[in-house]
């Protein structure tokens, strides 16, 4: 059971967009960022947002990050078939006095 | 560019201690910056944050594993290292070190490969 909570599956047709959810409390998301990550297969997780909301040099501004109370969304617009992904969220939890993941969002590209 | 790599045995029998060390290159683990970590993704399942460190060696561990798990560092080498002990099956797992850096929380920024590890006799 992860401390956030992902739907574990989404998807979309190329050019499409589409949003990934992720909800906390007020111990993690309450109090702080939300991160994404993005997880291609069979390689390690990669940043893709950060600070809610703030996009590492190279990721391309087709990914975007919101954040409202307990919950966050990553939104993918013109959808490509690379997007193709595990998208995990993950916060500091002020509680644990460490990072707490979400389950993981499997994106298909149809 | 800063590059983090996992290493050790990828194969160890229940009951015993699982270790693993990720190798610093490109930057200094002994910064007043970052703190630096271990997670874990079981096969087909999520990640779980396993513990953090500072380079002065003050620890953070996931309470669920806090009775089994030291994680230590060794400056002069610039590589911190895990220890897992008691393993059983449900450990199995591709164990990934990572740096940690703050922006509104402590989060990984940059992520070694990661290392598979398997617990079977």
């Known amino acids: 059971q992860s401390a956030l909570t992902q739907a574990p599956s989404a998807s979309g047709t190329p050019g499409q967009r589409i949003t990934i959810s992720c909800s906390g409390s007020?111990?993690?998301?309450?109090?702080?960022?939300v991160n994404w990550y993005q997880q291609l297969p069979g390689t390690a997780p990669k940043l893709l947002i950060h600070?809610?909301?703030q996009r590492p040099s190279g990721v391309p501004d087709r990914f975007s990050g919101s954040k409202s109370g307990t919950s966050a969304s990553l939104a993918i617009s013109g959808l490509q078939s690379a997007d193709e992904a595990d998208y995990h969220c993950?916060?500091?939890?002020?509680?644990?006095?460490?990072?707490?993941f979400g389950g993981g969002t499997k994106l298909t590209v149809l | 560019q800063l590059q983090l790599q996992e290493s050790g045995p990828g194969l160890v029998k229940p009951s015993e201690t699982l270790s693993l060390t990720c190798t610093v290159s490109?930057?200094?683990?002994?910064?007043?910056?970052?703190?630096w970590g271990w997670i874990r993704q079981p096969p087909g399942k999520g990640l779980e944050w396993i513990g953090s460190?500072?380079?002065?060696?003050?620890?953070f561990y996931n309470p669920s594993l806090k009775s089994r798990v030291t994680i230590s560092v060794d400056t002069s080498k610039n590589h911190f290292s895990l220890r897992l002990n008691s393993v059983t099956a449900s450990d199995t797992a591709v164990f990934y070190c990572?740096?940690?850096?703050?922006?509104?929380?402590?989060?990984?920024?940059?992520w070694g490969q990661g290392r598979l590890v398997t617990v079977s006799s």
């Open positions: 990572a740096r940690l850096t703050y922006s509104g929380g402590w989060y990984p920024d940059y």
């Open positions: 993950a916060a500091w939890d002020d509680s644990l006095n460490g990072v707490v």
């Open positions: 600070s809610n909301n």
């Open positions: 490109g930057g200094s683990i002994r910064s007043n910056s970052f703190y």
């Open positions: 007020s111990s993690n998301i309450g109090s702080n960022a």
């Open positions: 460190l500072y380079y002065s060696g003050s620890t």
